[in-house]
């Protein structure tokens, strides 16, 4: 099936031309028909699989058909909902991407950042507008923001609105929008609390679910080397020697943990940058944007700080740190092979890291290929024991010949 297939109007069509765009992914191919006849959408589908054209394409078109009469500013017609601010960000560039060729008018409100601009663009009129809950919540309470002729609902990354505590406020917002309109909803996973709140969200959607959290794409070469904890940043500094990897995005588990890697790499030589929450808004995009345009080699990244980061042609994902959340190993390589691409996904693995792996080769359903380690070899295979509390001298300890556990 090709994009020409899915019933899209000529200025639409023209844009996925100027980007280089000719056939769908499946979640586009199975959402795009049905929400252009105005079903909602129930989508489960992780990071990577084209969720964000699947939603934004059909949206763009049905605004561009259904033009609404109006006098005086522009009012909101589509609201996007998503968790972060980079993503919010990446957002509205694809739909300025897919609608470059209409005369909607598109705004990203993120919080982080003073509101002044943000207000400024809202009162001279938008169609389509995208935002994180806080700061939407913060305009709307100061009546920045009016949703009462909203027609398109789109709530994104649904799971991530869960892990991060945004679930109150999302509950908060649909219940200023209209009843009537069309939703579309997108989860990488379904927990419990997820389902509940698509129920109260959907009416008779349709279901659409590709590549399950539990799968990574076979696209993804996947690799892992076992190394002592104190020698991954040499190991990582040699695997970097290779001229190949052009750039790599590299995961830590902490955000001390980037940034002690980004001064790591910075001192032998190798130009990095870290995001996370610690992180100001604008030091984030900054990383993010000289990242993107091959100003940085490598950008360290925590598991929160990088949902949603979307980087064309990134070819390798390296975990410095594996996760404790098997799950969070299948978003983390999800950044690299994306929409067909092929892509390398290596991981560094030390002792008290093997649990870990265990789960992540269970959740993905293989054993993930172990490559030789010639000059750090992981030579402490068993997890580190604290040794017990010694007794008060002066008491007779029963056990006093075991005072420690042999290394």
């Known amino acids: 099936m ?11 069509l023209e844009a996925l031309k100027t980007q280089g765009y000719t056939q769908p992914t499946p979640i586009q191919e199975q959402t795009i028909l049905p929400a252009l006849e105005g079903k909602d959408v129930l989508g489960c589908a992780q990071t990577g699989t084209g969720k964000t054209a699947a939603f934004a394409i059909p949206v763009i078109q049905q605004l561009i058909q259904k033009p609404l009469h109006h006098s005086g500013k522009r009012p909101i017609r589509s609201l996007i909902l998503t968790p972060t601010r980079e993503l919010a960000i990446q957002i509205a560039e694809s739909f300025e991407n897919y609608g470059a060729n209409t005369q909607l008018k598109y705004k990203v409100i993120f919080g982080g950042v003073s509101q002044h601009g943000q207000v400024k663009a809202l009162q001279s009129g938008v169609d389509v507008l995208i935002a994180t809950p806080g700061r939407l919540l913060d305009l709307m309470q100061q009546k920045y923001v009016q949703l009462h002729q909203l027609e398109y609902f789109v709530l994104d990354e649904a799971d991530r609105m869960l892990d991060m505590g945004f679930l109150n406020d999302v509950k908060k917002v649909i219940a200023k929008i209209p009843k009537k309109r069309q939703s579309l909803f997108f989860s990488a996973t379904m927990p419990k609390d997820i389902v509940k709140l698509a129920n109260t969200i959907l009416i008779d959607p349709i279901k659409v679910e590709v590549t399950p959290v539990s799968s990574t794409a076979n696209t993804i070469q996947q690799f892992v080397y076992f190394v ?23 995961f830590t588990r902490t955000k001390h943990g980037a940034n002690k890697v980004v001064k790591d790499l910075n001192k032998d030589g190798t130009t990095a940058l870290a995001i996370h929450g610690n992180k100001s808004q604008n030091a984030r995009q900054k990383a993010l944007s000289s990242f993107k345009a091959n100003e940085t080699r490598v950008l360290v990244a925590t598991d929160i700080a990088a949902r949603g980061i979307d980087i064309d042609d990134l070819t390798h994902v390296i975990n410095f740190e594996l996760p404790n959340i098997a799950e969070s190993y299948v978003h983390r390589i999800g950044r690299t092979g994306r929409a067909g691409a092929d892509g390398t996904a290596i991981a560094f693995c030390d002792a008290e ?46 056990n006093s010949r075991n005072k420690g556990f042999k290394r």
């Open 2 to 12: 090709k994009f020409t297939d899915l019933n899209l109007i000529p200025p639409i």
């Open 228 to 250: 002592d904890k104190g020698n991954k940043k040499s190991l990582l500094k040699e695997v970097l020697e290779d001229n190949q990897i052009d750039r790599v995005l590299v």
């Open 353 to 398: 890291e093997k649990a870990y792996l265990k789960d992540i080769q269970k959740l993905i359903g293989k054993s993930i290929p172990v490559l030789e380690n010639k000059n750090f070899p992981l030579v402490n295979h068993h997890v580190e024991k604290k040794k017990p509390q010694q007794k008060p001298k002066g008491r007779r300890n029963s």
